[in-house]
């Protein structure tokens, strides 16, 4: 008795049968096509808040100074086109080759101390020893204090019958004109913006600290280097990326310098406004029912220029370095 064979389905009947099967389309259903064109739409939608923003207080302000720095505009004056007149008075202002010529000592007193002195603070907090985080904590300390506190203690301090002054009165050497000397208070500034900013870079520098492998030290420590021979063989340049940060960023505040000296020199920038920078020029010359909004903005965009420059400096001698 011979068996049945199998049935062989054809090809017409199982292809009838898949599209039978085939889930059918539902009238909601949106085309592939159609969802990938408003796609593009959704990153712009979530960016707007941000990007209004940035429109309303960056780019406006921004474009506006500019826009008035070739103009004559006063307070109440709306002003008219001057062309480069404001930029050719200030090459004949010699407030303003003050203003320049303090901004600059400034950076160049200030940047030096803020690159090298948070990497040595880094180290020293670095290391995992009981109560240390009790330090880092009281270094990081003068980074979230106003500075308008920061600085009405440092006059209270170094005022002619202050702290400082009373304790070297009290030693012998007499008392020293920390705000009414003209040198004297703009180095007393300097000490003020290295000592808030000390911390602000500490944590920079940790954060490039922890990325330096150990091996490193330990094989330079097997080559009989010594801790300061392996600071310079090592560290430095494992975290010069870090420093020439450290030195645009502290650039760029150092020159555009503001509370410290206004808190310390006064309104009127010291003795005979000696101590007046670009900063306190614009604040100055810009403010008030007479203000020269014009002139002012002037400044200001001389202020941005050199900024600029300085940034692309940094960036240039770092790329050089590389090669």
Not at 27 to 39: I, N, Q, Y
Not at 271 to 294: F, I, K, S
Request: proline content about 5%; glycine content about 8%.
């Amino acid at each position: 008795m011979t068996s049945p064979l199998p049935t062989v389905k054809s090809a017409a009947e199982t292809s009838a049968n898949t599209e039978v099967t085939r889930p059918a389309k539902t009238s909601g259903e949106r085309p592939a096509s159609r969802v990938r064109r408003h796609l593009p739409t959704s990153p712009w939608l979530f960016a707007a808040p941000g990007l209004l923003v940035v429109a309303v207080f960056i780019l406006y302000p921004f474009v506006s100074t500019v826009v008035n720095s070739f103009t004559d505009r006063r307070t109440l004056i709306p002003g008219e086109f001057v062309g480069l007149a404001n930029f050719r008075e200030l090459l004949h202002d010699d407030m303003f080759w003050t203003g320049l010529r303090n901004s600059v000592l400034y950076m160049v007193g200030v940047v030096p101390a803020l690159v090298l002195l948070p990497l040595l603070l880094a180290l020293l907090v670095q290391k995992n020893i009981p109560g240390i985080t009790f330090f880092r904590s009281a270094f990081y300390t003068p980074v979230v204090a106003s500075i308008v506190v920061v600085g009405l203690i440092w006059v209270w301090m170094l005022d002619e019958r202050g702290l400082v002054n009373s304790l070297l009165e009290a030693v012998g050497i007499g008392r020293v004109g920390f705000l009414s000397d003209q040198w004297l208070l703009l180095l007393s500034a300097m000490a003020v913006t290295v000592w808030k900013g000390l911390g602000y870079y500490m944590i920079i520098y940790l954060a490039a600290l922890a990325n330096v492998p150990r091996e490193l030290h330990e094989a330079a420590s097997v080559d009989g280097a010594g801790a300061v021979r392996r600071f310079f063989t090592v560290t430095v340049p494992a975290v010069r990326s870090t420093m020439v940060l450290v030195a645009a960023l502290s650039s760029v505040a150092a020159f555009k310098v503001f509370s410290e000296v206004y808190l310390m020199a006064g309104p009127n920038g010291g003795p005979a406004g000696e101590d007046t920078t670009l900063v306190m020029l614009v604040q100055r010359t810009g403010t008030g029912l007479t203000g020269r909004v014009g002139y002012a903005s002037a400044i200001s965009v001389v202020v941005f220029v050199v900024t600029v420059a300085l940034m692309l400096l940094v960036l240039r001698a770092d790329r050089k370095e590389d090669a």
